[in-house]
C-alpha cells in the first residue's frame, strides 16, 4: 500500500475539483447522482486519476454478472469495523464511476469497489487491489458483453501473476476457470443456482458432469476445487470448520451466498466471520433493491433482477401464490437492447400469481408470457397496473433502468 500521506499533484487535484463540478452541475440539473460524467471529466483530466487515488486504500474489487451490488455493500459494512471505507455504493461501477467514488476516500483506509465485468482486469492493473473477488458468470446484455466464456479467458489471463488474493466461486466452472491462473485463491462453496450458462468444460469443451453438488469435465478432469469457506444452510463454515450464522435482514438464498463470500473477502483484511457476520446484519437494503414502499395505498416491495440468472433467483424470494406481482423490462442501453434473454427466463415458476405487466417492452414480454400459458394484463404505467391487482402486497421485477423508472414513480 503506498504512503496515504504523499498529497495529490496539482494536476490530479484540478481533475478531482473539476470531476467534483461537473458532478455537481449533473444533479443540479436532475440528471442523476452525477458520477459518471464527474469521473469522465477528472479522468480526462488526469488519465492515471484513478491509481492515485487507490494509492493509499487497501482495495478489493468485487465482480460478477449477479450480486455485485449486493456483496460490496456488505464487504464494505464488514470492513468499516476496521476502518474507513470508501465504495462506489450505488452501483456506478465503470472507471469513471470509481474515479468518483474515490475521491471522497482521502481519509478512508479501505476502498471496496464494485466493477463491470468487462472492466475487471483494466481496474485491477490500476488500483493494484489487496483481493479480489468473483461471484459468478452469466449472459447478460447480449448486444455489448462478451460470451461468458470469452469474458472468462480475459479474466483468466488478467488475473496470471496478479499479487492479490483471489476469492472465488468453486461452485461455478467459469469463475473457477478464471480464478485459477491466479497465485494465491480462496475457494468459496456459494452454490449456482443457474446452471446453463456452464454445461461445457471452459478449458477443453467437454461435457461437464454434475455429480451431487460437484462438477467435473468426463474429457479433461478440470473440476470442483475444494472450498475452504462453505455456505451451509444458515450458516458460514470458515476453513477450520466454525460454523457462523448468517442473520440478514435481506431475503433469500442468493443474499446468503453474497454473505458467504463477503465473510471470505472480509477475513482477508483481517475481520473475523462473527464480527463481519454481525455487521451485515445492518444492511436492509441496496441501492433500493428490496425496499417495501408505499404507493396508492397499497405496499410494494422492489426487485432486481437484470438477466435469467437473476430472475431465476428472484423467483425463488417472492411471497407464495396469490400474491400479486408486477413485471417490468426495458431495454435502454444501460439494459442492453438485446431482449432475447427474455426466453431463457423460466416464466413458468409465476403460475397462480396475478400478473401486471408494464416497461417499454412490456409487448416483449406479454409475448412470452403468453407462451408460458399465465394469466396477465398489460398495463401502460405503474398505476394503472396497481389499480387493476388484486388485495395484498405486490412483488415488482424489473431488470435495471425499469427499475430506476419503478423507484421513480413509487418516491423511492
Same mark, same amino acid.
Given at each position: 500500500m503506498?504512503?496515504s500521506?504523499?498529497p495529490?499533484?496539482?494536476?490530479?487535484?484540478l481533475?478531482?475539483?473539476?470531476?467534483?463540478?461537473?458532478?455537481?452541475?449533473?444533479r443540479?440539473?436532475?440528471?442523476?447522482?452525477?458520477?459518471?460524467?464527474?469521473g469522465?471529466v477528472?479522468?480526462k483530466?488526469?488519465?492515471d486519476l484513478?491509481s492515485?487515488?487507490?494509492g493509499?486504500?487497501d482495495?478489493v474489487?468485487?465482480?460478477?454478472?449477479?450480486?455485485?451490488?449486493?456483496t460490496t455493500?456488505?464487504?464494505?459494512?464488514?470492513l468499516r469495523?476496521?476502518?474507513?471505507?470508501?465504495?462506489?455504493?450505488l452501483?456506478?461501477?465503470?472507471?469513471?464511476?470509481?474515479?468518483?467514488?474515490?475521491?471522497?476516500?482521502?481519509?478512508a483506509?479501505?476502498?471496496?469497489?464494485e466493477?463491470?465485468?468487462?472492466?475487471l482486469t483494466?481496474?485491477?492493473?490500476?488500483?493494484?487491489? +489487496?483481493a479480489?473477488?468473483l461471484?459468478?458468470?452469466?449472459?447478460?446484455?447480449?448486444?455489448r458483453?462478451a460470451?461468458t466464456?470469452?469474458l472468462?479467458?480475459?479474466?483468466?489471463?488478467?488475473l496470471?501473476g496478479t499479487?492479490?488474493?483471489?476469492?472465488a466461486?468453486?461452485?461455478?466452472?467459469l469463475i473457477?476457470?478464471?480464478?485459477?491462473?491466479?497465485?494465491n485463491?480462496v475457494?468459496?462453496?456459494?452454490g449456482?443456482?443457474?446452471?446453463?450458462?456452464? $454445461?461445457?468444460?471452459?478449458?477443453?469443451?467437454?461435457?461437464?458432469?454434475?455429480?451431487?453438488?460437484? $462438477?467435473?469435465?468426463g474429457?479433461?478432469?478440470f473440476?470442483?476445487?475444494t472450498?475452504?469457506?462453505?455456505?451451509?444452510?444458515?450458516?458460514?463454515?470458515?476453513?477450520?470448520?466454525?460454523? $457462523?450464522?448468517?442473520?440478514?435482514?435481506?431475503?433469500?438464498?442468493?443474499? +446468503?451466498?453474497?454473505?458467504?463470500t463477503?465473510?471470505?473477502?472480509?477475513a482477508v483484511f483481517?475481520?473475523?466471520?462473527?464480527?463481519?457476520?454481525?455487521?451485515?446484519q445492518?444492511?436492509?437494503a441496496?441501492?433500493?433493491r428490496y425496499?417495501v414502499?408505499?404507493?396508492?395505498?397499497r405496499?410494494?416491495?422492489?426487485?432486481l433482477?437484470?438477466?435469467p440468472?437473476?430472475w431465476?433467483?428472484t423467483?425463488?424470494?417472492?411471497?407464495?401464490?396469490?400474491?400479486?406481482?408486477?413485471?417490468?423490462?426495458?431495454?435502454r442501453?444501460?439494459?442492453?437492447?438485446?431482449?432475447?434473454w427474455?426466453?431463457?427466463v423460466?416464466?413458468t415458476r409465476?403460475?397462480?400469481?396475478?400478473?401486471?405487466v408494464?416497461?417499454?417492452?412490456?409487448?416483449?414480454l406479454?409475448?412470452?408470457?403468453e407462451v408460458?400459458g399465465?394469466?396477465?394484463?398489460?398495463h401502460?404505467?405503474?398505476?394503472?397496473?396497481?389499480?387493476?391487482l388484486?388485495p395484498?402486497?405486490?412483488e415488482?421485477i424489473a431488470?435495471?433502468?425499469?427499475?430506476?423508472?419503478?423507484?421513480?414513480v413509487?418516491?423511492?
Amino acid at each position: 500500500m503506498a504512503d496515504s500521506t504523499q498529497p495529490l499533484s496539482a494536476r490530479a487535484k484540478l481533475a478531482v475539483t473539476a470531476g467534483r463540478a461537473a458532478a455537481a452541475v449533473s444533479r443540479a440539473a436532475g440528471r442523476g447522482s452525477g458520477s459518471v460524467i464527474g469521473g469522465r471529466v477528472a479522468l480526462k483530466l488526469d488519465p492515471d486519476l484513478l491509481s492515485r487515488l487507490a494509492g493509499h486504500l487497501d482495495v478489493v474489487l468485487i465482480s460478477a454478472t449477479n450480486g455485485k451490488t449486493t456483496t460490496t455493500r456488505l464487504v464494505a459494512e464488514a470492513l468499516r469495523a476496521g476502518g474507513e471505507v470508501v465504495s462506489n455504493a450505488l452501483g456506478a461501477n465503470m472507471p469513471a464511476g470509481i474515479t468518483s467514488a474515490l475521491s471522497g476516500g482521502a481519509n478512508a483506509r479501505y476502498g471496496v469497489l464494485e466493477v463491470d465485468e468487462k472492466y475487471l482486469t483494466g481496474v485491477a492493473r490500476a488500483v493494484s487491489p +489487496k483481493a479480489i473477488a468473483l461471484l459468478n458468470l452469466s449472459r447478460d446484455q447480449l448486444d455489448r458483453a462478451a460470451e461468458t466464456r470469452m469474458l472468462a479467458e480475459r479474466w483468466r489471463e488478467g488475473l496470471e501473476g496478479t499479487k492479490a488474493t483471489v476469492i472465488a466461486n468453486a461452485d461455478d466452472p467459469l469463475i473457477v476457470w478464471a480464478a485459477a491462473s491466479a497465485g494465491n485463491v480462496v475457494w468459496v462453496a456459494a452454490g449456482q443456482e443457474w446452471k446453463d450458462d456452464a $454445461w461445457s468444460c471452459p478449458s477443453c469443451g467437454g461435457v461437464l458432469q454434475r455429480p451431487d453438488d460437484s $462438477w467435473q469435465c468426463g474429457s479433461c478432469g478440470f473440476a470442483r476445487p475444494t472450498p475452504t469457506w462453505v455456505l451451509s444452510g444458515d450458516h458460514v463454515l470458515d476453513p477450520h470448520g466454525s460454523a $457462523w450464522p448468517i442473520q440478514l435482514q435481506l431475503p433469500g438464498r442468493a443474499n +446468503k451466498a453474497n454473505a458467504a463470500t463477503a465473510t471470505a473477502t472480509a477475513a482477508v483484511f483481517g475481520i473475523a466471520p462473527q464480527l463481519a457476520l454481525q455487521r451485515m446484519q445492518s444492511v436492509a437494503a441496496v441501492a433500493g433493491r428490496y425496499d417495501v414502499v408505499q404507493y396508492d395505498g397499497r405496499a410494494i416491495r422492489l426487485l432486481l433482477a437484470k438477466n435469467p440468472a437473476g430472475w431465476l433467483e428472484t423467483f425463488s424470494l417472492i411471497d407464495p401464490p396469490p400474491t400479486p406481482v408486477v413485471l417490468s423490462v426495458n431495454a435502454r442501453s444501460a439494459d442492453g437492447t438485446d431482449t432475447s434473454w427474455l426466453w431463457d427466463v423460466d416464466y413458468t415458476r409465476l403460475a397462480g400469481h396475478p400478473i401486471a405487466v408494464v416497461g417499454d417492452r412490456r409487448l416483449d414480454l406479454a409475448v412470452r408470457l403468453e407462451v408460458a400459458g399465465l394469466d396477465f394484463r398489460v398495463h401502460p404505467d405503474l398505476r394503472q397496473a396497481v389499480a387493476g391487482l388484486p388485495p395484498g402486497r405486490i412483488e415488482a421485477i424489473a431488470n435495471y433502468t425499469a427499475f430506476q423508472d419503478l423507484r421513480r414513480v413509487v418516491g423511492n
